[in-house]
């Protein structure tokens, strides 16, 4: 007798609804990331003192609500990345 082999495992596809919730959360949360991005870039542009002057004088509040704005858009940008791979990509690839 011979031997059954395993045969690979086909890839499922995921219905139709969820790939376009990825899809379009993911392209919410990136254009979320970079828009947060973008803003922490333009106060910090048009703020009159550097980033170690802001150390220097003990101004832990502006450098807190920077980190936590920066935090924010940076996982927002991470996890709309992660979406829309989710919905662009087969189980397999």
């Known amino acids: 007798m011979a031997k059954s082999k395993a045969s690979a495992r086909?890839?499922?596809r995921r219905p139709r609804g969820e790939i376009d919730r990825n899809y379009f959360?993911?392209?919410v949360l990136i254009k979320t990331?970079?828009?947060?991005a973008v803003a922490?870039?333009?106060v910090?542009?048009?703020t009159p003192?550097?980033?170690?002057?802001?150390?220097?004088?003990g101004m832990y509040d502006y450098l807190a609500v920077m980190g936590t704005f920066?935090?924010?858009?940076?996982?927002?940008?991470?996890?709309g990345r992660h979406l829309r791979r989710e919905a662009t990509h087969w189980d397999f690839d």
């Open 70 to 79: 920066g935090g924010i858009g940076l996982t927002a940008f991470l996890i």
């Open 25 to 27: 959360f993911g392209d």
């Open 33 to 36: 990331g970079v828009a947060t």
């Open 49 to 57: 003192f550097t980033l170690m002057d802001a150390i220097n004088d």
């Open 10 to 12: 086909k890839p499922e």
């Open 44 to 46: 910090a542009l048009l």
């Open 40 to 42: 922490i870039g333009a």
